[in-house]
């Protein structure tokens, strides 16, 4: 039998769920990290994703991990190599677009909790007997949005989902109603001509009103 590893006990888990939203955020310059950070927090959430989807990821995130108030995780992470990268950056959650048993036991062995996306209930038992019980679901409305969580929760009721892709103030509510949903993963909040223009009041306030709806 799998021992599957509760990890909505370890802190880092605990903190993305008490928010209920990730920020998935994609950095072209790292000398934005730091005002990106502050505009977060200012907008009462302490958490974000940042994409190794640029060449500035490691560093915007080692800018924001220094930020006091802020959790910081590596998103789409894709092989074992990026992994270290990201918790040498000072990563405190890994999050990957599909599903690699490299990446999941590279990042157990820094003792660092990691959300594998998974598509089907096939990846999910893959997940499972990693030890895992908490999975991004992605691309979550091309996948069947809501109805889709809610169909996937039935056989797999230990497992938490965190719905990315497509997520947005339209369908936020109905996703966080799901109890299955540890939280949400968007980018309206940290939408990139906000990044560009660098808007940090506009990404306060979507913050702050993403967090309403939260609620």
Same mark, same amino acid.
């Given at each position: ?22 920020? +998935?955020?994609?950095?072209?310059? #790292? *000398?934005?990290? $730091?005002?990106? !950070?502050? =505009?977060?927090?200012? %907008?009462? @959430?302490?958490?974000?994703? +940042?994409?190794?989807?640029?060449? #500035? *990821?490691?560093? $915007?995130?080692? !800018?924001? =991990?220094?930020?006091? %108030?802020? @959790? ?13 990268? $990201?918790?040498? !950056?000072? =990563? ?124």
């Amino acid at each position: 039998m799998t021992n599957v590893q509760h990890t909505e006990q370890h802190p880092v888990v605990e903190t993305i769920a008490a928010g209920r939203i990730v920020p +998935v955020v994609v950095l072209e310059d #790292a *000398a934005d990290a $730091a005002g990106l !950070a502050d =505009a977060l927090v200012a %907008g009462g @959430l302490g958490c974000a994703e +940042v994409t190794f989807r640029t060449a #500035a *990821a490691a560093d $915007a995130i080692r !800018a924001m =991990a220094e930020r006091p %108030g802020m @959790l910081v995780g590596a998103g789409t992470v894709i092989n074992a190599a990026q992994v270290d990268r $990201a918790v040498a !950056a000072g =990563a405190r959650f890994v999050v990957s677009p599909g599903f690699s048993a490299s990446v999941v036991a590279r990042c157990q062995e820094h003792g660092v909790p990691v959300f594998p996306g998974v598509a089907s209930p096939s990846e999910i038992m893959q997940a499972l007997d990693a030890g895992l019980d908490t999975v991004k679901f992605f691309p979550a409305e091309q996948l069947g949005g809501v109805p889709m969580v809610k169909a996937l929760s039935a056989p797999f009721r230990t497992v938490r989902f965190v719905p990315t892709g497509g997520v947005n103030t339209a369908n936020l509510a109905d996703y966080l109603a799901v109890t299955s949903v540890l939280a949400v993963g968007g980018t309206w909040m940290v939408a990139p001509e906000l990044l560009a223009a660098r808007d940090w009041a506009a990404v306060t306030s979507r913050t702050r009103d993403a967090l309403e709806q939260a609620r």
